[in-house]
Every structure is written in C-alpha cells, then in structure tokens.
C-alpha cells in the first residue's frame, strides 16, 4: 500500500505500448518505474521522517564505482531555503511548493581529506574521476526518485541546479571538492496533476541488438512525431526559434528537439546562457576535466 492519495493507476509504458511480457514478471517494481512520470505541482503536506529516511537510505544504496560512494546528499527542508533555491533554479516555482529538495553533489572532498590522512596525495583528480562522481550523484538519484514513487510520492529531478554553481554552492555550505550535479523534488502531487507517462521514443530506435545501428532513425522519428502530436504535448509549448514558427499539428518531437539543441543546452527564457561556463565552474569548485 502506498502513501499517497488514491486514483486510478495510471498505464505502465509496457501496457501503453502493449509489450508482450508474461505477467509473472511485471513485479511491482518494474510497475513504478514504467508508470514514471515527473510532476511540478505539490501540496503542502510534509514528508514524515520515516518516510523521508527511506528514500534516503534507498538512495545510499545506488551502485557506486568501487565503493569510492564520490557523491553527497543535501536535505533541504526549509521554506526560506527551498524559495530561494527556486529562484536560482529558474524561478521554479514547484521547487519552493514542494516539501523536501534533495541535492545530489560530485563529491571528492573526501579523498582529499583520507590522502592526507594516510600520509598521501590525491592524484585521482582528472575527467574520469568527475565522471564517476557524477554517475554515483546521478545513480543514487534515480534511486531516491524510484523510491519515493513506490511511496504514492511524485517527484522531478532538476538539472538547472547546475544553472548557477558558485550560488548553490554558496547557499548550501558546499566545499571545495563538492558539487551540485542534480535535484529532485519530493511531495505529494496535487490533486488532478496527474496526466500519466509520456509516450518515449520506439523501443528500436533506443535499443539496439549487438551493435549500434541507425538505419531506420528516420522511420522511428517519423512514427514518434504523429505520437507527441497526437497528444498535444508541445501545443503552446514551442521553444522560441527566432524563426517563422509552425502550427502545433506540424509541431512534434524532432521539431522541438532540434530547437532545443540548435544553442547551448539550458532552460528558456534569460536563463539560457547561464551553462555556457560550466567547465570553467566545475573547476572552480575544485575538480579537474583534464
């Protein structure tokens, strides 16, 4: 039994895109993480701590590459805090309305702290030891995400924490060695938000047998295109183009897509260019991408 308020079960994306796996095997597990969906509207009502040390403990029970466990967890709770994490979100507004924003942060700072300690040098700091960090950061998110949907909870991760890493540095304490790779928040979603799992591109077109193969890439985008337009997902959400624009039942995945990427990756608006520096910000909170 979940905690969350009751409804209908929304279809899992096997049942959504009619996958023929015997039933023996759709566990309730496999349910939660095919019926994902991210929800941005939360009510007020806290987290118990019960509730809020499970997602925690599942979190710090992610795979983590030879148990270096390069990652931390910032709990914020605080409405003060969370409001202002908001603003440097991208005035996410969701980000202050839900009850808990878990940070998940690359963090070395304590293999500095054990070379000194056993009378070494840190020497591990290059491009792959900030990747590695990052995928623990990112694999303990995933499971904090899958837990609290296991909860009846709804949840979004939030990657324009990266926005501006010197300021959420700043407002959660982080030291040198530590930084802010994604957030997620926590609650529980708001009546009627609900709107089910959002269709993903052909299984094929992500998948591939052996080898890698992108044959039938046009064919796959073709049939995911009619799939968003047919829902509507992208009418009135057009990313600005500077362009002519298009209507929404010419509007679809590639189109969208391919505005998204044609300039440097990041939220719309004023915020666009605040990534552009990431590299030069990573370093300066202390890890190297040599």
Request: with cysteine; net charge negative; proline share 5%.
């Amino acid at each position: 039994m979940t905690l969350g308020s009751t409804h209908t079960p929304p279809l899992t994306r096997i049942e959504q895109e009619k996958r023929e796996i015997s039933a023996e095997f759709i566990t309730d597990t496999i349910r939660v993480l095919t019926s994902h969906e991210s929800i941005r509207s939360f009510e007020e009502t806290p987290l118990a701590a019960d509730v809020l040390e499970a997602i925690l403990v599942s979190a710090r029970s992610a795979p983590t590459s030879s148990n270096l466990q390069a990652f931390s967890i910032v709990v914020v709770e605080d409405a003060d805090r969370r409001a202002r994490l908001a603003h440097l979100v991208g005035d996410q507004a969701y980000v202050a309305e839900a009850p808990v924003m878990l940070v998940f942060c690359a963090d070395i700072s304590r293999f500095h702290h054990l070379a000194a300690r056993q009378g070494r040098s840190f020497d591990a700091n290059n491009l792959e030891m900030f990747l590695l960090s990052s995928i623990d950061s990112a694999l303990a998110m995933q499971n904090a995400l899958v837990a609290a949907e296991s909860l009846g909870l709804g949840a979004v991760p939030i990657g324009s924490i990266r926005n501006n890493p010197s300021a959420i540095a700043e407002e959660l304490a982080l030291p040198q060695g530590v930084f802010a790779v994604v957030g997620l928040t926590i609650g529980y979603p708001s009546e009627g938000v609900r709107r089910g799992t959002k269709p993903r591109l052909p299984s094929e077109a992500v998948v591939h047998r052996e080898q890698y193969s992108s044959a039938d890439v046009e064919k796959h985008v073709h049939e995911y295109d009619a799939v968003m337009i047919a829902n509507g997902l992208y009418a009135g959400r057009h990313v600005a183009s500077g362009e002519v624009d298009v209507p929404d039942e010419e509007y679809g995945w590639a189109e969208h897509t391919s505005r998204r990427t044609s300039k440097p990756e990041g939220v719309t608006g004023p915020y666009i260019a605040l990534r552009d520096h990431l590299k030069e910000e990573v370093e300066a909170r202390g890890f190297s991408v040599r």
